[in-house]
């Protein structure tokens, strides 16, 4: 079994459920007020454009095609942010965590006065790059950004657990079973706030990236 303090702070399992909690927290919320749409799940955006696409709906395929053009370009930031900027006192999660917390807090106080497909734009290219910063926890591929990845490692490793006998893989099935259901419990924390708060519920997710972004500075 690997243990906790053998594995940089950037995959411990406690940064893996905030980062999956705050994309399921931003789906619900995405889906809920810009119609329907999604700023990190681009499977559903390309799956919409499709649809409308062959109704011959022009406008509303680029209504979901805009989003999955940000996300690419979020993930290419990341890279070039990653490439060019020395990680000195912040890592280059911390870089990426510090941009996402900013402009999520941003969206959620001047949510009013953007356009829909601005919000969306911006929290789109915001999840890839979080998608991006984090690839792998506790030493395997994970998303932090989707659920039906970890769904297929919850399969795979539940099989190779009952074949080889080894608990590591029984360990790791748990471990991504978590990451599901605090995908969930994001979406669902954000339904119930934005029933509270409207659509301000949105900085809840800014507080978790704030979290986050503290919790990267333990060894």
């Known amino acids: 079994m690997i243990l906790k303090n053998k594995n940089p702070m950037q995959e411990r399992l406690r940064i893996g459920l905030l980062l999956v909690m705050n ?6 919320y ?3 007020y810009h119609h329907e749409r999604f700023a990190s799940l681009q499977t559903g955006n390309i799956i919409q454009a499709g649809f409308h696409l062959a109704q011959g709906h022009w406008k509303a395929t ?12 979020g993930a290419a930031f990341n890279t070039v942010l990653n ?12 870089h990426s965590i510090l941009i996402e917390f900013i402009g999520i807090a941003m969206i959620g106080v001047f949510n009013h006065h953007l356009a829909s497909t601005v919000i969306i734009s911006v929290l789109s290219f915001l999840l890839a790059m979080q998608l991006d910063s984090f690839p792998k926890l506790r030493g395997l591929p994970f998303t932090s950004v989707m659920s039906t990845g970890n769904l297929r490692n919850v399969g795979t490793n539940l099989v190779k657990y009952f074949i080889n006998r080894d608990h590591i893989f029984l360990h790791n099935a748990w471990v991504f079973s978590i990451l599901v259901v605090f995908f969930m419990v994001g979406a669902f ?8 708060f409207g659509t301000f519920a949105l900085l809840g997710s800014s507080i978790i990236m704030f979290v986050v972004f503290l919790l990267l500075f333990k060894n």
């Open 189 to 196: 924390s954000s339904a119930v706030l934005s029933g509270i």
């Open 62 to 73: 680029l209504f979901f095609v805009i989003p999955i053009i940000f996300f690419v370009l």
């Open 83 to 94: 490439h060019f900027v020395p990680a000195g006192k912040l890592s280059l999660q911390q």
């Open 30 to 32: 995405t889906f809920e």
């Open 23 to 28: 994309s399921g927290f931003i789906d619900s």
